[in-house]
């Protein structure tokens, strides 16, 4: 494999025309293990692509994996350094030989479900399957990609779950969060009206600039009442995106028979009522999707709302950032091209 010429300046930065620079964790732990450190620039199989990394998307997951609760739960065990970052954005260094749908030069994004001891999107450069890539939707650049890959990968197969018909109304719970926000959206692309239960004056803010039909404040608001004027005989659907004290009463806003979907890992589950069809579930990403999704998203104005960008080396502060309150999403800001 050959280096572009701006490649080779990337490799200059950090000494050697084969490292990288990363944020990477030696043993798991807190915030204060992820750490800078000068790395190789990972080798590519024949259907993987190398992207120089623009934005690394700051995951509500990523406290669990950086602690070693995934590692734990999937038996995957990585090697350290580990670095960081399962989605993100950036341009397209370099092609395996069996791939075609993609070039140098292209603006991708893209979504890995697992663990990987070397190629995370903490990094100046990852390696990607090619199936886990997708070109950057028309009407996003690269920061607002980089943000939402996992999240709008979530949503998506979320809503498909659902299967929402034109017309339907759901109540999305978190709806102002990384997820949330990106469900809210793509619902009413799909058709649907959306009672959006948001955390915070800003929350309820952001939600209503996204289209939301009704907005609520799940921690001050009178959830039941809201949803009572807005769907008197009960909503069809809901997407809980996030756990805290408000779900229990945001079930109550369901008619009954109406289908839920909650991403694992929501704590605590969206259950309690045994006239509901709740079901969790893993967001997965295929080209198949990826397709459906930027359609959708190049369907009109969209909106990846980045409250914080933190360079490489504020991995760490990005971390401990995920413990306040925010809106919409977090992400490390790598490279500027």
């Known amino acids: 494999m050959s280096w572009p010429e701006d490649m080779k300046e990337d490799m200059n930065m950090a000494n050697s025309m084969n490292a990288m620079q990363a944020a990477a964790i030696d043993r798991f732990g807190g915030p204060d293990q992820i750490a800078l450190h000068t790395m190789p620039v990972p080798q590519i199989g024949p259907d993987e692509v190398l992207i120089r990394v623009h934005t690394a998307s700051v995951g509500a997951w990523d406290p669990w994996v950086r602690q070693g609760e995934f590692a734990a739960m999937s038996g995957q065990k990585p090697?350290?350094?580990?670095?960081?970052?399962?989605?993100?954005?950036?341009?397209?260094?370099?092609?395996?030989?069996?791939?075609?749908?993609?070039?140098?030069?292209?603006?991708?994004?893209?979504?890995?479900?697992?663990?990987?001891?070397?190629?995370?999107?903490?990094?100046?450069?990852?390696?990607?399957?090619a199936n886990d890539v997708?070109?950057?939707?028309?009407?996003?650049?690269?920061?607002?990609?980089?943000?939402?890959?996992?999240?709008?990968?979530?949503?998506?197969?979320?809503?498909?779950l659902l299967a929402l018909s034109h017309g339907d109304s759901i109540t999305i719970f978190g709806a102002s969060g990384g997820i949330g926000h990106i469900a809210l959206q793509l619902a009413k692309r799909m058709g649907a009206r959306v009672f959006a239960v948001a955390s915070g004056e800003d929350g309820v803010e952001l939600a209503n600039a996204l289209g939301a039909d009704a907005v609520v404040d799940g921690h001050r608001g009178d959830v039941?009442?809201?949803a009572r004027q807005f769907a008197p005989?009960?909503?069809?659907?809901?997407?809980?995106?996030?756990?805290?004290?408000?779900?229990?009463?945001?079930?109550?806003?369901?008619r009954d028979g109406a289908r839920v979907a909650y991403p694992h890992g929501v704590r605590p589950e969206p259950r309690g009522r045994s006239n509901l069809n709740v079901q969790g579930y893993d967001g997965r990403a295929t080209p198949g999707l990826y397709e459906r999704l930027n359609r959708l998203i190049e369907g009109g104005p969209f909106r990846i709302h980045v409250a914080s960008v933190f360079p490489l080396s504020g991995a760490a502060e990005a971390h401990r950032?995920?413990?306040?309150?925010?809106?919409?999403?977090?992400?490390?800001?790598?490279?500027?091209?």
């Open 321 to 337: 950032a995920l413990d306040q309150h925010y809106v919409g999403k977090l992400a490390l800001k790598v490279g500027a091209r």
């Open 233 to 254: 005989d009960g909503i069809d659907a809901g997407l809980f995106t996030a756990g805290g004290d408000g779900v229990h009463e945001a079930l109550e806003t369901l």
């Open 224 to 226: 039941r009442k809201a």
């Open 79 to 129: 090697h350290f350094p580990y670095v960081l970052g399962a989605d993100g954005s950036g341009t397209v260094a370099a092609v395996g030989e069996r791939v075609k749908r993609f070039h140098p030069g292209d603006a991708v994004y893209g979504y890995r479900n697992g663990l990987s001891a070397k190629d995370g999107f903490y990094a100046q450069y990852t390696a990607i399957k």
């Open 134 to 160: 997708a070109p950057v939707p028309k009407g996003l650049d690269l920061e607002a990609a980089g943000a939402m890959p996992a999240d709008a990968v979530t949503a998506l197969c979320g809503l498909e």
